[in-house]
């Protein structure tokens, strides 16, 4: 039997596995993806990348600070300097490097979707493909709105999560041959409320074309959410290259990403929710707000109140 589970390899399911296995206990991530890192995510594709995911960390907190500066040391993250003249991290090469640092020597079942959980005398059934596996205790760090398929719609945690609002993201990765009139732009009225020149970032690989990524506002992307993706592409693309004034066949490379769960409208305004046995824990950026760090603190939380509640 596994010590814990953690359902979702994501910074809250990283954070809680890291404060599990300092603590002794053997913790086991099981997650969906091909990679791990969830919403902090870099594709890779013809040469080029793009972060289509988080697109920079922040710090508030001294321990997080601490979490980025280990992780300089070990030239996993770098400043960006976007010309906003804030402290912006980026993962180096990619965002999603720095999920990985985060996550060496912690045990990852990737392409691992958990599609039911189950308690089980005193401890917890979690389903993989056809497999079930037994675990002591589970953490489950999916977006909240996801919770209730795992955890059956009448489970006493899933309630307070009603509360909980996200927003979709629709987001354009392009390449394009044409010179680069700004690092980012940001207006939360323009369809495309953000856009960043990706091949800024520090470590970035050489290139004849220019990375963009650009995110669809909330209302474009609730508008659009359910086209296809090559469709999703077409329409953002003629937009970035107006708002860059450059003309469409200046690309080399478009493709769209659908992130339904995107980012946090509404937050828990808790750490972390746990069942009243002590078996049972509920993390993730929704619970404190739409940030990388809010992520952190909250898996970081859901390991303690796991490790309070042990016999
Ligand atoms: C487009 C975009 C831009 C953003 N920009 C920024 C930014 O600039 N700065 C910032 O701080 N934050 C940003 N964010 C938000 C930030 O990415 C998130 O707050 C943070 O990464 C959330 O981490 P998490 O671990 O809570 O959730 P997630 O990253 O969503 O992790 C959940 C994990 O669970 C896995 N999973 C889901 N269901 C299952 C299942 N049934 N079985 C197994 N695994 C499962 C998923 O594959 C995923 O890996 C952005 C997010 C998006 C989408």
Do not use: N
């Amino acid at each position: 039997m596994m010590d814990v589970a953690i359902v979702g390899a994501g910074i809250a399911g990283i954070a809680c596995a890291r404060r599990l296995a300092g603590a002794g206990l053997v913790p086991v991530l099981f997650d969906k993806g091909r990679g791990i890192g969830g919403r902090v995510a870099t594709r890779r594709a013809d040469g080029l990348q793009f972060d289509h995911g988080a697109q920079y960390v922040t710090v508030r907190g001294d321990a997080f600070a601490a979490v980025l500066d280990a992780a300089e040391t070990r030239e996993a993250v770098a400043r960006w300097q976007d010309g906003s003249g804030r402290g912006r991290w980026v993962g180096t090469p990619g965002m999603s490097s720095l999920a990985k640092a985060l996550a060496q020597g912690l045990e990852v079942r990737q392409r691992a979707e958990v599609t039911a959980l189950r308690p089980d005398e005193g401890a917890w059934m979690l389903r993989v493909r056809d497999a079930w596996h037994r675990a002591a205790r589970v953490v489950v760090t999916v977006p909240a709105p996801q919770v209730a398929g795992l955890l059956g719609a009448d489970h006493p945690l899933v309630a307070p999560l009603a509360a909980v609002g996200f927003a979709p993201s629709l987001t354009l990765m392009a390449a394009l041959s044409a010179p680069a009139p700004f690092v980012t732009r940001c207006d939360p009225d323009d369809p495309l409320s953000w856009i960043a020149q990706d091949s800024s970032k520090p470590g970035r690989p050489a290139s004849d074309a220019v990375a963009w990524v650009a995110q669809a506002s909330a209302a474009f992307s609730r508008r659009h959410l359910e086209d296809d993706p090559d469709d999703i592409a077409a329409a953002m693309l003629p937009l970035l290259c107006d708002r860059l004034g450059t003309a469409p066949d200046r690309a080399v490379h478009a493709a769209a990403h659908r992130w339904r769960y995107a980012h946090v409208t509404a937050p828990l305004g808790q750490p972390c929710l746990a069942a009243a046995d002590g078996t049972l824990c509920l993390a993730g950026d929704w619970c404190l707000g739409p940030r990388v760090e809010a992520a952190w603190t909250s898996g970081t939380a859901a390991a303690d109140t796991l490790l309070e509640r042990m016999p």
